[in-house]
Nanobody, 117 residues
Framework: QVRLVESGGGLVQFGGSLRLSCVAS????????MAWYRQAPGEQRQFVAR???????TYANSVKGRFAIFRNGAENAVTLQMNSLKPEDTGVYYC???????????WGQGTQVTVSG
């Protein structure tokens, strides 16, 4: 069974930084993409960033210039470096990925990020 495990969340002050990590297990097949989403209380889950196997990187407009996604293809892992954090970045951050064993995508359990103003 393909699983994703996120880590690195926490409480940070306005303008601070956090680094989130997502590591996969249960598969040796490369992911077509690995991505991050976030969900604030009372809101829908929103796209944050994605890195494809062939190197295409995409960011939500709200995080461009502040967040950076790094993918370790060999280890089926992905990192999200978050800088200049704002209170509106608060939420649960989820890792999402797709490969041949998880054709509909697989989600991690999420990690909480809280930015105090």
């Amino acid at each position: 069974q393909v699983r994703l495990v996120e880590s690195g969340g926490g409480l940070v002050q306005f303008g601070g930084s956090l680094r989130l990590s997502c590591v996969a297990s249960g598969t040796t097949n490369k992911f077509i993409y690995m991505a991050w989403y976030r969900q604030a209380p009372g809101e829908q889950r929103q796209f944050v960033a994605r890195a494809t196997l062939d190197g295409l990187i995409t960011y939500a407009n709200s995080v461009k210039g502040r967040f950076a996604i790094f993918r370790n293809g060999a280890e089926n892992a992905v990192t999200l470096q978050m800088n200049s954090l704002k209170p509106e970045d608060t939420g649960v951050y989820y890792c999402n990925a797709q490969n041949i064993e998880a054709p509909n995508g697989v989600w991690g359990q999420g990690t909480q990020v809280t930015v105090s103003g």
